[in-house]
């Protein structure tokens, strides 16, 4: 017989997306993603193996995967999650 299954999710795979930031929109919340040549938002979400979202959030366009998921937003509501994958 198997053990029962964690309910918290072992791995997470990180994926982004850069928006154009309306004319309206502050500066103080948007950036410059270098990358994409894209100035405006971001936003960041974590999905389990199975493709299931366990969290999302914006940022500036500037802030990298790498950076988002260690501030600790994210990482606090992903919980016990070991290992990180991010898109390319």
């Known amino acids: ?5 964690s ?5 997470a795979i990180v994926d982004s997306q850069s ?4 004319a309206n929109i502050p ?7 270098a990358g994409k ?5 971001k936003w960041h979400m974590v999905v389990e193996c199975l493709g299931l979202v366990l969290a999302v959030e914006v940022t ?4 990298p995967e790498r950076d988002a ?3 600790g937003q994210l990482r606090a509501e ?3 999650s070991s290992a990180f994958w991010p898109t390319a």
């Open 37 to 41: 040549k894209v100035g405006g938002r």
């Open 27 to 33: 500066r103080s919340t948007s950036g410059w993603d």
């Open 19 to 22: 928006l154009r930031a309306a």
């Open 69 to 71: 998921v260690s501030r």
């Open 78 to 80: 992903i919980g016990g």
């Open 1 to 5: 017989m198997c053990p029962p299954l």
């Open 60 to 63: 500036a366009a500037s802030v």
């Open 7 to 11: 309910p918290d999710p072992t791995a």
